[in-house]
């Protein structure tokens, strides 16, 4: 079956440490995007990438950091910078056409120790 | 610049009721308009979408959304609510030759069905 999976479901960050969340899609879809999602705040982009090795920031990228050296694979670092990580990161994938819808995975829960 | 609004964070309909949630959507360039549901703890199932053609849109799960261009909507609608509908819906927006993450997302509205 053809999709998008996160790991890991739930993460625990401590104080000054980065943790990475990985996104993997067998799709074939140029486009890949984090976003993060708040309560009421509805999804906010992070970064997005069109082609493999380029990427683009999005509206809060600050405190994050990506890589994107294969087309399966965009993952995500939230690093020490990050003060207020506590939220629910989803990755998406789609086409390079905009008519076409995004597709989701299920989601990283991350918390602070 | 695109922009989303979904009018109610929270709707809350009787089982077997109708279920509207609005969707306007601000766009200088014909938009591509669809609908998400996501479940608690989940990622974000696409519902129906709207490119060109007809614009009466059905989807899965009894839902459907009719875009009206001179109201800049597509509110979506089922005629008879479930409990299995109590989640939240996103309304998004994009464009021919969008760029930017291709998808302007609304806020969201929870619904909530009552027994």
């Known amino acids: 079956d053809g999709g998008i999976t996160q790991s890991p479901k739930y993460l625990f960050r401590k104080e000054g440490q980065n943790v990475t969340l990985s996104c993997e899609q067998n799709?074939?879809?140029?486009?890949m995007y984090w976003y993060r999602q708040d309560p009421g705040q509805g999804l906010r982009l992070i970064y997005y990438?069109?082609?493999?090795?380029?990427?683009q920031k999005g509206d809060i990228a600050e405190g994050y950091s990506v890589s994107r050296e294969k087309k399966e694979s965009f993952p995500l670092t939230v690093t020490s910078a990050q003060k207020n990580p506590t939220a629910f990161y989803l990755c998406?994938?789609?086409?390079?056409?905009?008519?076409?819808?995004?597709?989701f995975g299920d989601g990283t829960r991350l918390s602070i120790l | 610049a695109q922009s989303v609004t979904q009018l109610g964070s929270h709707v809350s309909v009787s089982e077997g009721a109708l279920v509207l949630l609005r969707c306007n959507y601000s766009?200088?360039?014909?938009?591509?308009l669809f609908w998400y549901v996501q479940y608690p703890n989940q990622g974000l199932q696409l519902l129906l979408k709207?490119?060109?053609?007809?614009?009466l849109v059905k989807g899965i799960n009894g839902f459907e959304a009719e875009f009206k261009k001179s109201e800049t909507s597509f509110h979506l609608t089922k005629p008879s609510a479930h409990m299995s509908d109590a989640a939240e819906y996103f309304c998004?927006?994009?464009?021919?030759?969008?760029?930017?993450?291709?998808?302007?997302f609304g806020k969201g509205t929870k619904l909530s069905v009552k027994p």
């Open positions: 998406a994938s789609s086409t390079r056409n905009s008519n076409q819808p995004q597709h």
């Open positions: 799709l074939n879809h140029d486009a």
């Open positions: 990438s069109q082609i493999v090795n380029d990427f």
């Open positions: 766009s200088s360039v014909p938009p591509y």
């Open positions: 709207y490119t060109t053609g007809a614009t």
């Open positions: 998004a927006v994009s464009h021919y030759g969008g760029s930017q993450g291709n998808l302007i």
